[in-house]
């Protein structure tokens, strides 16, 4: 055989073989390590060459890499974008609505906000756009009623477009259980689905109600009311984060601690960070100290200054 001939083959049999194993290491980075990869509703995000699709937990590629951006699947339908304008696909890739909105929520209570232009408006999960864009501004639909902005105050629409509270409030919030915080002149108060003020608004600030539960400010202090607006927790804590399993963090004089439903301080206090709870378990920072805390105030674990670095840079 011709010794040229016989080097020209053994590389390009080496380059060969150096392709198959960076495509072998690349393929088992990016799809065997589906772990590493953020996935929704079975699906995560991907971009080649400055574009964007999605595979599925298998790694073959449902969506191709064809949009300049795209968000989670959320609900079966994920916002896509082509250019500077928003649309959205289905799982299958195909679209329902086309790229055509400067700005393109995920869908929320059926109905997805859509943004025209300056004006606000919405569609439905068949792509129909049932609210043209009109609106100065408006949130997305939450317990079938939309924020939205006419002459710089705000008021309420029901999905048919239909006016259901007056656009006269200064400030107000999406619907959660039932009620939606309003503010007018300055004070907050709540709302029902029907417009009537049902807690007057008196406070310095509210919050959405969590849990059947809402914090307010009262002076220069936060506490607890129920629906009723009865306090339930009194006002002395600097902040009070919302509810969440029959706890909530409070901080005061920047330390923070958990409180139960009933105001009972579960952790006094006495935190300079604390994460929300996962699992049972929260991240507190105490001094140099980093580590993990049970909902009781039990430590799961004192950390050295090595492995707070290592809790830290998990988060």
């Known amino acids: ?9 053994l590389a390009n049999y080496k ?10 290491f690349t393929y088992a980075f990016v799809f065997g390590q589906n772990e590493s990869l953020h996935f929704q509703e079975g699906f995560a995000k991907v971009t080649t060459q400055g574009k964007f699709g999605f595979i599925n937990q298998t790694g073959k590629i449902e969506v191709p890499c064809v949009y300049d951006y795209v968000n989670d699947f959320k609900n079966g339908f994920a916002v896509v974008r082509e250019g500077k304008k928003y649309g959205i696909i289905r799982k299958d890739g195909s679209t329902l ?12 209570d059926g109905m997805a906000l859509v943004k025209e232009g300056s004006k606000f408006g919405f569609i439905n999960e068949v792509g129909e756009e049932m609210i043209s864009p009109k609106y100065q501004f408006a949130m997305g639909f939450n317990e079938g009623l939309a924020v939205v902005i006419v002459n710089g105050k705000n008021g309420y629409i029901n999905k048919k477009g239909e006016q259901i509270i007056t656009p006269e409030y200064d400030f107000s919030l999406p619907f959660s259980g ?18 009537k003020e049902v807690i007057a608004l008196k406070y310095a600030m509210a919050s959405a109600f969590e849990e059947d539960l809402a914090a307010v400010k009262i002076g220069e202090k936060y506490g607890v009311i129920n629906k009723a607006g009865k306090l339930v927790v009194a006002a002395k804590y600097d902040d ?3 509810f969440n399993d029959g706890l909530a963090i409070v901080s005061r004089e920047e330390k923070y601690g958990i409180i139960n439903q009933n105001g009972k301080e579960l ?16 991240m507190f920072k105490q001094g140099s100290r980093l580590g993990y805390i049970y909902k009781t105030g039990k430590e799961l674990s004192t950390s050295s200054e090595k492995q707070s670095k290592l809790i830290l840079a998990s988060k």
């Not at 380059?15 to 072998?24: A, R, V, W, Y």
């Not at 039932?178 to 417009?195: H, S, T, W």
């Not at 952790?267 to 929260?282: K, N, R």
């Open 1 to 9: 055989m011709n010794t040229h001939l016989l080097f020209i083959s």
């Open 267 to 282: 952790i006094i206090p006495q935190f300079d960070m604390l994460d929300s709870f996962t699992s049972g378990v929260a």
């Open 178 to 195: 039932g009620l939606a915080v309003v503010m007018k002149d300055g004070k907050y108060g709540y709302v029902d689905k029907l417009g």
């Open 15 to 24: 380059k060969t073989i150096l392709l198959f194993i960076f495509l072998f």
């Open 240 to 242: 009070i984060q919302g």
């Open 97 to 108: 609505v086309a790229c055509k909105y400067d700005m393109c929520e995920s869908f929320s």
